[in-house]
Structure formats: C-alpha cells, structure tokens
C-alpha cells in the first residue's frame, strides 16, 4: 500500500508557541490531502481537505486563522496550529488520496500535540 | 440519526475464534467502503478496501457489502493476539468531495 509519512509523531509546546506538523506521500502524488483530530476513544474528525496548489477548505467550526493548512506540492502538505493553547491538545492525523479515481486515503502515523 | 453506525464494543474474544465486524449506514449514495485498522496511538491502516457491493477476501480477512441493507461487514478468521485494535469503518460517495464518513471503531481484544 502507499505510504505517507507525518513528523513529528510527538511534540509538546508551551502555551501561545506555534506547532508545525508535516505530511508526506512518500510513494505517490497526493492531489488531495485530509487533516483530522481525534480525542481518546472517539472516531476521527475531519478538520480540513487541502488540494495541491489552492486554499484548504475547512469544516464547520474549524478555524482557519488557527489552524493553518498549506499544500503546495504533490506530496507535502503542512498543518500550523497557530498560538497553541490547552485545549488544543490532541491527536492529529494526516491522509493522502492518490489520482486514481479511486477514493482510498492513506493515512500517516498521527502526531500527539501537549500543550502545557 | 449518524450517517454510519457502528459498535463500539469493547469485543473480546479468545484467540483462534472467528471475529465479526458490522457497521451500517444510512447514505445510498455510498459506494466506497473500507476497513481500517488502527493501534493504540497511531494512524489507521487500510485493510480492505471494497467498491459498490460484493465480497472481498485477503488472508484472514473478508469483506462483505449488502447495499441493499446497507451493511457492511470484516471477518476475521483464526484471530490472533496482534489484531487486537479499534476497527474503523469508513465509506464515501462517488461524486463530490468524496469524503470519508468513518463509524465509531470497535475495540476488539484477543486473549491469548
């Protein structure tokens, strides 16, 4: 399967620093990559989709200003959580979708963000 | 009514037995489906994928679609202690952003 590659897998910060967390196709040409949180013991919320070369779109209550998404190649796509606080203490997971046409996303390795 | 239902378990089991995983959903406009499974802190890992409806075995694992009840299933046979992990159903529609509608996860354990 295509291997994607997300740095750093843990990172604790202080509070009001900024955190950025890279994703890497290592294998493919990602055209669209996703960006997702997860807290313990829940399924996974999507956070935001990031297309090569054009702004992210987010989900609703996401914010954009915070969470800053930049995908400006094929296979690398990069998530700043901007002015870090508490709460925004969490797991957060890349995925890769190839051109195929088929809709399989290939997900990185997660990173834990503390943020004391 | 969540678009994707999905146990959450927890599913213990002793090893060697026969695993069944269910989930289903409410969207007939899904036609991707997929199975991920995904170890205590760490990315999911796609197991198997499956288009439209039908059946899909790799090894120990078999994924089956029934669109018309909309429900899907993994089976695993002669579980081992090392599949122990949440089991994440996901699927998606054809058109649009396509994106992918996870279930819950079931948390299974293998006994030894």
């Known amino acids: 399967g295509a291997v994607v590659s997300q740095h750093p897998s843990r990172v604790i910060c202080k509070s009001g620093t900024s955190v950025k967390i890279e994703c890497r196709s290592l294998?493919?040409?990602?055209?669209?990559m996703f960006w997702y949180r997860q807290f313990p013991k829940k399924s996974l919320m999507l956070m935001a989709t990031?297309?090569?070369?054009?702004?992210?779109?987010?989900e609703q209550g996401v914010e954009k200003d915070k969470f800053l998404i930049n995908h400006a190649s094929l296979t690398l796509s990069t998530l700043t959580v901007t002015s870090a606080h508490p709460e925004d203490s969490s797991f957060y997971i890349c995925?890769?979708?190839?051109?195929?046409?088929?809709?399989?996303?290939?997900f990185g390795a997660g990173t834990r963000l503390s943020v004391l | 009514q969540k678009e994707v239902e999905q146990d959450p378990g927890p599913l213990s089991v002793p090893e060697g037995a026969i695993v069944s995983l269910n989930c289903t959903y409410s969207?007939?406009?899904?036609?991707?489906f997929m199975w991920y499974r995904q170890y205590s802190r760490k990315g999911p890992e796609l197991l198997m994928y499956?288009?439209?409806?039908g059946n899909k075995e790799d090894g120990r694992f078999t994924a089956q679609v029934d669109k018309s009840s909309k429900y899907i299933s993994l089976f695993i046979r002669d579980s081992q202690p090392s599949d122990s992990a949440t089991y994440l159903c996901?699927?998606?529609?054809?058109?649009?952003?396509?994106?992918?509608?996870f279930g819950q996860g079931t948390r299974l354990t293998i006994n030894p």
């Open positions: 995925s890769a979708r190839g051109g195929t046409g088929e809709n399989i996303q290939y």
């Open positions: 996901a699927m998606s529609a054809v058109q649009g952003a396509q994106k992918l509608v």
């Open positions: 294998d493919f040409q990602a055209t669209t």
């Open positions: 969207n007939s406009a899904f036609q991707y």
């Open positions: 499956t288009y439209s409806s």
């Open positions: 990031s297309n090569e070369g054009s702004k992210a779109t987010y």
